[in-house]
C-alpha cells in the first residue's frame, strides 16, 4: 500500500468509529417526564412505628398496636404504637422533652 491508500484507510476507520450526531425533536416540551416509576405488582413499603418510649417498630404486611420491644429478660414494652408520620402531641414531647420546654418557655 501506498502512504496516500494508508491515509485514506486510516481516516475511513476514524469516521465509522465517530458517533453519528443525535436528532434532535424539534419541540422539546413535548417529551413526557416520569415522576415516579410505575408500582410494581408485590412491592409493599415497609411502615415505620413508635412508641413513647421511642422504641421503633417496622412492619411490611401488618399493623401492629402494641410495643413488643424487651424492657429487660422477661417484660415486653406494651405501650400503644403510632405510626412515625402521625405522632400525637403528647408522644412528640415524650419522645424529645428539651424541644418540648423551649415552646413551653416561650408561650408563656
Do not use: F
Not at 411502615?47 to 413488643?68: F, G
Not at 424487651?70 to 419522645?95: D, F, I, K, S
Amino acid at each position: 500500500m501506498s502512504e496516500t491508500e494508508e491515509t485514506a484507510v486510516a481516516q475511513a476507520s476514524v469516521e465509522e468509529a465517530a458517533p453519528e450526531e443525535v436528532e434532535q425533536d424539534e419541540n422539546p416540551a413535548e417529551v413526557e417526564v416520569v415522576a415516579e416509576p410505575p408500582a410494581r405488582a408485590g412491592v409493599r413499603q415497609a411502615r415505620v412505628y413508635v412508641c413513647e418510649r421511642a422504641h421503633r417498630t417496622t412492619s411490611l404486611w401488618s399493623t401492629p398496636t402494641v410495643c413488643r420491644a424487651q424492657v429487660n429478660r422477661r417484660e415486653e414494652c406494651g405501650r400503644q404504637l403510632y405510626p412515625l408520620g402521625e405522632l400525637p402531641e403528647q408522644v412528640q414531647r415524650a419522645l424529645n422533652p428539651l424541644k418540648a420546654s423551649k415552646k413551653g418557655s416561650r408561650k408563656g
